[in-house]
């Protein structure tokens, strides 16, 4: 098996991509945005229903009122004696706490909703969203997968009607932090060949 590995322009977006949760106030393009979900719309759908929505958020009152109810819950969230000790070290290492200073702090928030008669409504948004964030990220823009723990609180803050369902509300922006990327798994770690457990021959890199 001969792999051949010349660097390009998705591998090299996904591999300088990572999560940011601190953001500069700077304003952005918002044309910048548009493009990045312009992009997001080409996803494949189930039945090609585009079961997707996106709600693009800049008005500063709506971002602390959205700030607001997540943080109630989020609080919750962080002190609930059910979190696994595993996670709990994982949030802290990170300094992730219940204070999500990006809701307010970054420019442009999208909201992503799925409408949740279509089939495969969230998967389909997910990829819709993977698409939005390498996007972003070829504008120089950074991003959070933000998942509230209240989505339907979220929703109806937005005006989101019962039929879809709030995934995640992405803040966009000029990143607050200089952070390295989390680690990933090697190709000989994630592929198997022809059946479950069989390795990739050594040496193959893709
Ligand atoms: C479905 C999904 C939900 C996530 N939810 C949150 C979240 O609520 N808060 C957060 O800070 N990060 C969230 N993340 C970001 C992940 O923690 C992050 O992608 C992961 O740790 C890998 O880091 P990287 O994106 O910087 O490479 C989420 C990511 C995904 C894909």
Not at 52 to 81: A, G, I, N, T, Y
Not at 128 to 156: D, F, H, M, Q
């Amino acid at each position: 098996m001969v792999a051949h590995s010349t660097g390009g322009v998705v591998l090299s977006l996904a591999s300088k991509r990572r999560s940011i949760r601190r953001y500069r106030r700077d304003s952005i393009n918002i044309g910048d945005v548009l493009y990045a979900i312009k992009a997001a719309l080409q996803a494949p759908s189930g039945a090609n229903m585009q079961p997707w929505r996106f709600v693009v958020v800049v008005d500063p009152k709506m971002k602390v009122r959205l700030r607001e109810v997540c943080e109630e819950w989020e609080k919750r969230f962080h002190e609930s004696p059910t979190l696994p000790a595993w996670f709990r070290e994982w949030l802290r290492r990170r300094g992730i706490t219940w204070r999500k200073d990006f809701l307010t702090d970054a420019p442009v928030l999208v909201a992503v909703a799925a409408y949740k008669k279509a089939p495969y409504a969230r998967e389909s948004t997910w990829l819709a969203i993977g698409y939005l964030l390498l996007a972003l990220e070829e504008r120089g823009l950074a991003s959070l997968t933000y998942t509230p723990p209240n989505p339907r609180r979220v929703a109806a803050i937005l005006g989101i009607p019962e039929d879809y369902t709030l995934e995640t509300i992405i803040p966009v922006g000029l990143p607050g932090e200089d952070k390295a990327k989390e680690p990933r798994m090697s190709l000989r770690e994630a592929v198997y060949l022809d059946s479950w457990g069989k390795q990739l021959p050594e040496g193959v890199e893709g």
